[in-house]
C-alpha cells in the first residue's frame, strides 16, 4: 500500500513528464484531487502533502465537508450533476463548478452570485461521446450555451469539461479530448471566454491523465490513483 502522499508525488511525476512530452509548461495543469465519498481525515493527508483544489460530487457532502475543513487556500469544485433549486448552495460554497450544462442553471447561479457579489467560475460540461446517460450539452448545443452566457456578468466562463466514455484502452478516449480542445480553440478564437489566453480544459481522471494532458487538459480529475476505492455510492 502506497500512501496518499506517495500517490500525489507520483502523479505529479507522470502529469510532468507528460506535459514536457507534449511541449506544455508543466505549471499550466492543476491537479484536482476528487474527494468525493472520501473521508476528512484522507483529504487533509492530501492538504497536508500540498495538495490544495479537492473537486465534490454531491452537494451536501461537500458543504459538510467545507464546513468542517475549510483550510487555508483550499479551493473546492464541484464536478457532479446540479440541479438549478441547489444554485444557491453551490455558489456560498464552490469556488469553481465543472458541470454548468443549461441556461436555467446558468441563470439560477448568475442571480444568487450577484446577490453575493460574487463572480463565480464555470466550465460548460460538454457530452463529447453523446451518450444518453451522461449529463451535459451536446457538442451542437454548446454554441448557443456559451453565446447566452455573455449576457451573464456574475459567471464567468472559464473554459470546457468532458467526461469521455468508458475505454479499457486510453489511446480510444484521445478523439473525445481532442475533440473539446478543437471546440474551446474555436470559442476562445470568438473571444467567448473570460480569459481567451488561457481557457481551463478539464479532462483526464485517473485512468487516461496523461493522455488528456497531450491533448491540452489545464485541469486534471483525479479520485482513486490518489484516494484509492471509493465506498460505494450512499
Ligand atoms: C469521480 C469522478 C472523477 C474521478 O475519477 P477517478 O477515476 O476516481 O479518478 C473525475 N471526474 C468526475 C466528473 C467524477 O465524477
Redesign the pocket.
Known amino acids: 500500500m502506497t500512501t496518499i502522499k506517495e500517490n500525489l508525488e507520483n502523479i505529479r511525476i507522470r502529469a510532468q513528464k507528460a506535459a514536457i512530452n507534449a511541449g506544455r509548461d508543466p505549471l499550466s495543469i492543476r491537479l484536482v484531487a ?1 474527494s ?1 465519498r472520501i473521508d476528512i481525515s484522507a483529504i487533509k493527508e492530501a492538504y497536508n502533502a500540498g495538495q490544495t483544489i479537492f473537486g465534490e ?1 454531491y452537494l451536501q457532502e461537500a458543504k459538510d465537508k467545507i464546513e468542517t475543513f475549510r483550510p487555508a487556500g483550499a479551493e473546492w469544485h464541484f ?2 450533476h446540479i440541479q438549478s433549486n441547489k444554485a444557491k448552495d453551490i455558489v456560498s460554497c464552490i469556488d469553481m463548478v465543472h458541470t454548468l450544462d443549461s441556461l436555467k442553471l446558468a441563470k439560477a447561479l448568475n442571480r444568487y452570485a450577484a446577490e453575493k457579489g460574487k463572480k463565480l467560475a464555470v466550465l460548460i460540461q460538454v457530452n463529447v461521446g453523446e451518450e444518453l446517460q451522461k449529463s451535459g450539452v451536446l457538442p451542437r448545443q454548446a454554441d448557443e450555451l456559451v453565446c447566452s452566457l455573455q449576457q451573464l456578468s456574475n459567471l464567468k466562463l472559464s473554459g470546457l469539461m468532458t ?1 469521455p466514455p468508458y475505454k479499457s484502452n486510453q489511446e480510444e478516449v484521445r478523439p473525445y479530448f481532442h475533440a473539446l480542445r478543437e471546440m474551446a480553440e474555436k470559442f476562445a478564437s470568438q473571444g467567448y471566454f473570460h480569459n481567451n489566453e488561457q481557457y481551463e480544459l478539464s479532462m483526464g ?3 487516461d491523465f496523461e493522455v488528456a494532458i497531450e491533448e491540452g487538459a489545464t485541469l486534471i ?5 490518489i484516494f484509492g476505492n471509493r465506498s460505494p455510492r450512499p
Open positions: 476528487v468525493k460530487s464536478i457532479g467526461m481522471m485517473s485512468g480529475r483525479i479520485g482513486t490513483a
